[in-house]
């Protein structure tokens, strides 16, 4: 029993002993897409959310995809590091890049349907 502990003890010493370390920018990481209510809206679980969406490795781009497409939508793409982005996205094409510029900052991507109905991701470099 003695052992175990011994053992357990500088484990977790080595683990609460490690130095923090600069994280570097999320790059391969999904980026979490919900549905935006509006005023009149129900709840956010009762809109089909289509949209999957992932920052790429080592490159300045945002992958857009669908998982069932649902005609062409309105995408912008902007930050507080001075991206302004906006185009249509024709979701029988199943996916498109988003170019970022990759510098530090809150991005916030919005998806507009034809039906009217808003989804919202957001990441931080």
Partial sequence: ????????????????????????????????????????DGPRSSVPNPFIAELEDGSATVLLGVTSPCGTVSVSLTSTAGDNYSTGFDTTDGAILLPISGDAGLYTLQITTPEGIQFVGEFTL
């Fill in 1 to 40: 029993m003695k052992a175990i502990l011994a053992i357990a003890t500088v484990c977790f010493s080595a683990y609460w002993t490690v130095e923090p370390t600069v994280a570097a920018p999320l790059r391969g990481h999904t980026i979490l897409i919900v549905p935006k209510p509006g005023p009149e």
